[in-house]
């Protein structure tokens, strides 16, 4: 598996391969564990959604990268069943951004000062 690494190669030469759909996944089901441990139930339950919505947005981005190799479709002239699939990917990209804006917000320092009791 390859190692997490948030860092950006300086060039596309310096890229290792991407990763692979297991790799993908491993990291999805990871990310779904560490949500079953949050003592809130709610933010438990954000984590798993979320965690489903990144593994339907892999599987579906790969389908249509691969579909669309084996053709002469560009992003300027898709069919339109590829159409609706894109249209579909970016609604879940959208999702994906809106939960994971609700989880750093949850996490941030300032909704924990808001939640935590008044002396």
């Known amino acids: 598996m390859h190692e997490v690494n ?3 190669p300086a060039s596309p030469s310096a890229c290792p391969e991407p990763p692979t759909s297991a790799e993908r996944q491993a990291l999805v089901y990871a990310y779904q564990h560490q949500a079953l441990s949050r003592p809130d139930r709610l933010a438990a339950n954000l984590g ?3 965690g489903d919505l990144l593994s339907l ?3 579906l981005g790969a389908q249509l990268q ?3 190799r084996g053709t002469a479709e560009t992003p300027q002239r898709l069919d339109p069943r590829s159409a609706r699939e894109v249209e579909f990917l970016l609604k879940l990209d959208r999702q994906i951004d809106r939960f994971s804006q609700l989880e750093r917000h949850d996490r ?10 008044q002396h």
């Open 48 to 50: 798993l959604l979320l």
């Open 108 to 117: 941030s320092p300032a909704s924990q000062r808001s939640l935590s009791p």
């Open 57 to 59: 947005a892999h599987g």
């Open 6 to 8: 948030n860092q950006i």
């Open 66 to 68: 691969a579909r669309m």
